[in-house]
Each structure stands twice: as structure tokens, then as C-alpha cells.
């Protein structure tokens, strides 16, 4: 019963580097999603999922990459980190269809320090 | 352009008495309309849901009501417990994805 499980929970990382933040379900949720939280304001859609093979961009999605091979994964991809990218990063599922769907289920967050 | 507002950042209550979160919205597309609870070094919540062909849904101590002519949501909590010191995030939803707003941290006291 592990819900949404996100590693690492803290990673520092310097400019240029690259990363993979790791995102699994074991719930059989169709919808994955990536946020991001910054300080005082509230959690911004970067990438979403809608089931295994496809993915589509949110708000803010300059700088990641996703996929989605599996039901249960949705890494997110880190090309060449910059400051901006500073942020506790959370990932979500959730089950949706046409006619409504459950609230989501969010993992514990990873907080990203960009130096 | 935020499509969902929470303008207090704070509210400070007195336990045993009545919160009252508001949020406003722009999009008249959005569907359900959620709220979430976050603790500190902790992923957000969910809490109670109320879609859009509804004005009012209730679970316990708390109570969503929507005004859609007015693109406003409320949550209300009677009683509350210092236990629900916490952010409360709104969101609206289309299509299965979610946009939040800011967040209002509530506190409540003993």
C-alpha cells in the first residue's frame, strides 16, 4: 500500500548537470502528473500522463523531459539544470475518465537545489 | 494570467470556531473543483471534491460549496482542530488535469 513513492527526497545538483527524478504508483491509476512547487506560491503542471505511451506538456515545461513505458513509472528528466529549476518537485496519480475521477494522490516531493 | 485565485495567504482561527477558505476561479470550462491539505516536507492531500453540477458536497466537518455564476468556491470546517493548521490548496479541474492556486495557510488555535 505505498501510494506514490518519488526519489531521491533532496538532491543538490550544479549548473549543467543533468538528472532523473524517479516516479512509480502502484495504485493502477491511469493519470500521472509532475509539479512544481516554488516558495509561496502554488504547484505549476509540468508534464502529465494520460496512460502508458502517452504524454503531453503542461504549464511550465521548458527544461524536462518525460515518458511513461509502464502503468506504474513517469520519471522526469533534468537536461542541463539551471537555477530556475530550484524547486520541490512532486509527482501525482490519479484515476480519470470521461464522466469525473478521484482527487490525487501525491508522492512526498523532492526538493531540487540548483547551484 | 492565474486562472485560480486564493487571495489570503493566511487565516487565523480559534479552535471550536468556523474557517472559511475562499477561491475564485476564471475558466468556465473547469469541471470539479478539489481541495488538498499540506503539511510541511509533505505532498499535498486530498481532501473533499465537488463537481460542477453540484453546489454544495459535505464530508464530516468539512463543506465545499460552489457558486458557478460567481466562479467562487468555498471550503468550510466546523469545528476546527488545532490538527488542521495546515495549507489548503484549491484546484480546479478539466480534462483530468488540475490547476492550483496559491495556497492559504490556516492556523488555528488552542
Known amino acids: 500500500n505505498a501510494g506514490v513513492t518519488q526519489t531521491p527526497k533532496f538532491r543538490i545538483l550544479k549548473i549543467g548537470q543533468s538528472m532523473t527524478l524517479q516516479c512509480t504508483q502502484d495504485m493502477n491509476h491511469n493519470y500521472m502528473y509532475w509539479y512544481r512547487q516554488d516558495p509561496g506560491m502554488g504547484l505549476k503542471l509540468i508534464y502529465y500522463?494520460?496512460?502508458?505511451?502517452?504524454?503531453d506538456k503542461g504549464e511550465v515545461p521548458n527544461g524536462y523531459n518525460v515518458s511513461r513505458s509502464t502503468t506504474e513509472d513517469f520519471p522526469l528528466r533534468l537536461e542541463l539544470a539551471a537555477p530556475s529549476q530550484t524547486s520541490v518537485y512532486f509527482c501525482?496519480?490519479?484515476?480519470?475518465?470521461?464522466?469525473?475521477?478521484?482527487?490525487?494522490?501525491f508522492g512526498s516531493g523532492t526538493r531540487l537545489t540548483v547551484v | 494570467d492565474q486562472q485560480v485565485k486564493q487571495n489570503s495567504p493566511s487565516l487565523s482561527v480559534q479552535e471550536g470556531r468556523i474557517s472559511i477558505l475562499n477561491c475564485d476561479y476564471t475558466?468556465?470550462?473547469?469541471?470539479?473543483f478539489l481541495w488538498y491539505k499540506k503539511y510541511p516536507a509533505e505532498g499535498p492531500t486530498f481532501l473533499i471534491s465537488?463537481?460542477?453540477?453540484?453546489d454544495k458536497n459535505e464530508d464530516g466537518r468539512f463543506t465545499v460549496f460552489l457558486n458557478k455564476s460567481a466562479k467562487h468556491l468555498s471550503l468550510h470546517i466546523v469545528p476546527s482542530q488545532p490538527g488542521d493548521s495546515a495549507v489548503y490548496f484549491c484546484?480546479?479541474?478539466?480534462?483530468?488535469?488540475?490547476?492550483f492556486g496559491d495556497g492559504t495557510t490556516l492556523t488555528v488555535k488552542p
Open positions: 484546484a480546479a479541474s478539466g480534462a483530468g488535469k488540475s490547476t
Open positions: 501525482a496519480s490519479s484515476y480519470w475518465t470521461e464522466t469525473g475521477g478521484d482527487g490525487y494522490t
Open positions: 500522463s494520460v496512460g502508458a505511451g502517452i504524454t
Open positions: 475558466n468556465s470550462m473547469f469541471d470539479y
Open positions: 465537488i463537481s460542477s453540477i453540484k
